[in-house]
């Protein structure tokens, strides 16, 4: 189960953080991730990080902008989202796959978050 939060309405420039509480999961076979979809466009994946080390992946528009990370003793992954732009509003969700698998099996709900200019 993964639950997400920490979504809301920023200004251009500002910084969010999200949070993804995980649970029922042998974290350490799987890859956790932030995905987000904006209104008419495809869900993208934005970050993630494998549970048992730590194999990270950003996409190129948020590099050097957003950092993932996890608490391990906690079960959480976090996204920390920083100089948020306009193009970052979307609905963001926590994800879980396999490690090697394309596709994301476990989802949480989305969390909104508007970046206004």
């Known amino acids: 189960q993964l639950q997400a939060s920490g979504g809301g309405l920023v200004q251009a420039g500002e910084s969010l953080r999200l949070s993804c509480a995980a649970s029922g999961l042998a974290f350490s076979r799987y890859v956790l991730g932030w995905l987000r979809q904006a209104p008419g466009k495809e869900r993208e994946s934005v970050a993630t990080?494998?549970?048992?080390?730590?194999?990270?992946y950003y996409r190129d528009s948020v590099k050097g902008r957003f950092a993932i990370s996890k608490d391990k003793f906690k079960n959480m992954v976090y996204l920390q989202m920083n100089s948020l732009t306009v193009e970052d509003t979307a609905v963001y969700y926590c994800?879980?796959?396999?490690?090697?698998?394309?596709?994301?099996?476990?989802w949480g709900q989305g969390t909104l978050v508007t970046v206004s200019s």
């Open positions: 994800a879980a796959k396999r490690r090697g698998e394309a596709e994301f099996d476990y």
């Open positions: 990080i494998t549970w048992s080390g730590n194999l990270i």
